[in-house]
């Protein structure tokens, strides 16, 4: 998984996945945070699904777009940053279950942007 091009996939494909899960699961998910609306949820999984289908685009190209995988990369690591607000300020009143998968996802969310990252470093020194 080393290279820019499957770390970008597998970003694509776990955000695609992630986002049709909570697209067709938002009533549940929402429950089990503690949210009386799935809206939030279901909003959620748009987005993923709407990066997933960018990040996927990018990596399936041959030359990659360096704009494109910092555009990638700035969204992964906004997506940490509101994370991490929203789990230490503990934000929108959520169960401890809704904190804690929350903070599991920025986790592996840091992980792609550091390795999309590293992968696109080794693109421009090379």
């Known amino acids: 998984m080393k290279t820019l091009k499957n770390v970008l996939l597998v970003n694509a494909l776990s955000s695609g996945v992630t986002g049709l ?12 945070f503690g949210i009386s609306e799935p809206t939030p949820v279901m909003d959620v999984g748009i987005f993923l699904v709407a990066f997933a289908i960018l990040a996927f685009r990018e990596s399936r190209r041959t030359i990659h777009n360096l704009k494109m995988v910092k555009l990638i990369i700035a969204l992964d690591i906004i997506w940490v940053l509101v994370s991490l607000l929203v ?40």
Not at 21 to 32: E, H, N, Q, V
Not at 90 to 117: E, K, P, R
């Open 21 to 32: 899960g909570l697209i067709a699961f938002s009533a549940p998910i929402a429950i089990l």
């Open 87 to 126: 789990v230490v300020l503990q934000l929108f009143n959520l169960t401890l279950l809704g904190y804690f998968g929350i903070g599991a996802v920025a986790l592996w969310v840091a992980g792609m942007a550091y390795l999309q990252f590293n992968g696109m470093k080794r693109l421009t020194v090379a």
